[in-house]
């Protein structure tokens, strides 16, 4: 009988471990100096992407699907102004949004900031499906001169600021 129970003990603490999910997003950011451009792709779960604009917005998009509802980068893009900027000192960046790629497990969103004059400093702000997700963490990847700086936003920490030349 303990064998049976301690088997049972085993199980549930073992489906209990690969029912969970994390929540991540990956953001890169790089400087393309022959187009003086940030140019950044983000990478988030497909899934999770499209929960967070259902909740928000009353839409599935369906996004990585067969049946993805087209013509509603509108609400994708409504979305991210929302939720991601970049700034330097009292300066807000405008980006464009160039569009998005999906499938059935990643969406990558194409942005760019075009004829940016480089500063000192940039923060990041990233609160992209935190609204939703309070597990979620978003990563940022930013290529400067020096070479590549990260760091991880969430809940609690939803912008950081990095040093450009240094």
Not at 134 to 139: A, E, P, S, W
Request: proline residues 1%; hydrophobic residues 35%; aromatic residues 16%.
């Amino acid at each position: 009988m303990s064998k049976f129970v301690s088997f049972c003990f085993f199980i549930s603490l073992w489906s209990g471990v690969s029912a969970h999910k994390f929540y991540t997003s990956i953001t890169d950011i790089s400087y393309n100096s022959s187009s003086k451009s940030y140019e950044i792709i983000i990478k988030l779960f497909v899934d999770d992407f499209d929960k967070v604009l259902e909740e928000k917005y009353g839409n599935s998009l369906q996004l990585g699907t067969e049946k993805e509802i087209e013509d509603k980068d509108n609400l994708v893009e409504q979305y991210l102004r929302f939720n991601f900027y970049l700034k330097s000192g009292s300066k807000e960046y405008d980006y464009e949004f160039l569009g998005k790629e999906a499938n059935r497990d990643y969406i990558w969103i194409y942005i760019e900031v075009p004829k940016v004059k480089l500063k000192n400093e940039i923060m990041i702000r990233n609160t992209l499906l935190f609204d939703v997700f309070k597990d979620q963490t978003n990563l940022i990847n930013f290529e400067t001169e020096t070479g590549i700086k990260s760091t991880t936003l969430h809940k609690d920490l939803k912008e950081h600021t990095f040093k450009i030349n240094n």
